[in-house]
């Protein structure tokens, strides 16, 4: 699986879009880009994937550049139950047998009252 | 409801004693997985199980063991030879690869060997 690479902590405004950067730099062809957030010891929820074009649901948009090779979750009024760390993670789908989920260390995402 | 259940939430051991953490799961899934998390660390892999009666290493699979005698269970062991075994587990499943689907995650174990 592709390696990301994610900063360590940010800091958002309550009612203002959080924008969360991953550098995947070495994705390939086949992978999705997932997204997870984690509250503080709850397991990890899932938010959105996508492959190579734009993705937006209930909770959030994922923007995924051209090349593949960065991305962008964008949460676009973060409330304070937005405080979470936010995980991106590249999954190969398509080999039966191969598919896993490796998590870095993510995001530590603060959203400031 | 459906979901995926982690038991017990808190378990503690003495040192040296197998313990089992069990994980079910009324998905119908066909892809489980287990998790440790330290404090602080994001989630590193175990073991993981695409289908019934077959089972995979992850990336920190020394000291544990699991099985997957039914599509609805895989527990986990973490044996005496697991070196440094206090942490935070979490199970997870998802439908079987080869679909573009999401994992559901447990609440956890936060297991504690004194």
């Known amino acids: 699986d592709a390696k990301t690479t994610q900063p360590p902590s940010m800091d958002c405004a309550e009612g203002r879009a959080a924008n969360l950067p991953c550098n995947h730099s070495t994705i390939s062809g086949n992978e999705y880009v997932y997204w997870y957030r984690q509250i503080h010891s709850q397991g990890p929820q899932y938010i959105i994937h996508g492959l190579k074009n734009n993705e937006t649901n209930e909770m959030a948009s994922l923007i995924i550049t051209e090349d593949r090779k960065s991305s962008t979750l964008i949460l676009p009024h973060a409330t304070l139950r937005d405080t979470a760390v936010y995980y991106c993670?590249?999954?190969?789908?398509?080999?039966?047998?191969?598919?896993?989920?490796?998590f870095g260390t993510g995001t530590r995402l603060t959203i400031i009252p | 409801d459906g979901g995926i259940t982690q038991s017990p939430k808190y378990l503690f051991r003495k040192e040296g004693q197998n313990v089992t953490l069990s994980c079910e799961q009324n998905l119908n899934h066909d892809a489980m997985y287990w998790y440790r998390q330290d404090p602080g660390q994001g989630l590193r892999l175990i073991y993981y199980s695409q289908i019934v009666n077959d089972f995979q290493k992850g990336d920190i699979a020394e000291g544990y063991s699991v099985s997957r005698e039914k599509k609805e269970s895989f527990p986990l062991t973490v044996t005496s030879a697991q070196k440094n075994p206090t942490a935070f587990y979490l199970c997870?499943?998802?439908?079987?690869?080869?679909?573009?689907?999401?994992?559901?995650f447990g609440q956890g174990t936060r297991l504690t060997v004194v």
């Open positions: 993670i590249v999954s190969l789908l398509s080999n039966f047998g191969n598919e896993k989920l490796t």
């Open positions: 997870a499943s998802s439908i079987a690869a080869g679909m573009n689907t999401e994992a559901f």
